[in-house]
């Protein structure tokens, strides 16, 4: 088992930036990649962005090339999710992800929901206008 436990969320302006941390504990070993998504109200869950533990190769919805950057600490067993020029629309829980498949342990990392295992409780983030 993978726990994932996610914060930096909050409240802030449009144009703003916050920086979202996911902390892997337990079978850490296991995991080959990290994935955030995130929930809008009334909206189906997206994927944000992702990261191969081995290799750092990533991966991004099309809406945040640019403002978002996700890295790792491998040491930590951390990954983050660096959000910048925030919009309104960013507004969701954003939710941190991991994969066991040995498949994403090379190439790409995963893009779908069904390819995680594990999922953390979650972190909201508001952006007023």
């Known amino acids: 088992q993978v726990q994932l436990v996610e914060s930096g969320g909050g409240l802030v302006q449009a144009g703003g930036s916050l920086r979202l941390s996911c902390a892997a504990s337990?079978?850490?070993?296991?995991?080959?990649?990290m994935g955030w998504f995130r929930q809008a109200p009334g909206k189906e869950l997206e994927f944000v962005a992702a990261i191969r533990w081995s290799g750092g190769n990533t991966a991004y919805a099309d809406f945040v090339k640019g403002r978002f950057t996700i890295s790792r600490d491998n040491a930590k067993n951390t990954v983050y999710l660096q959000t910048n020029s925030l919009k309104p629309e960013d507004t969701a829980v954003y939710y941190c992800a991991a994969t066991s498949d040995l498949f994403f342990r090379f190439g790409a990392p995963p893009l779908k929901r069904h390819e995680y295992d594990y999922w953390g409780q979650g972190t909201q983030v508001t952006v007023s206008s």
């Open positions: 337990g079978r850490t070993f296991s995991s080959s990649a």
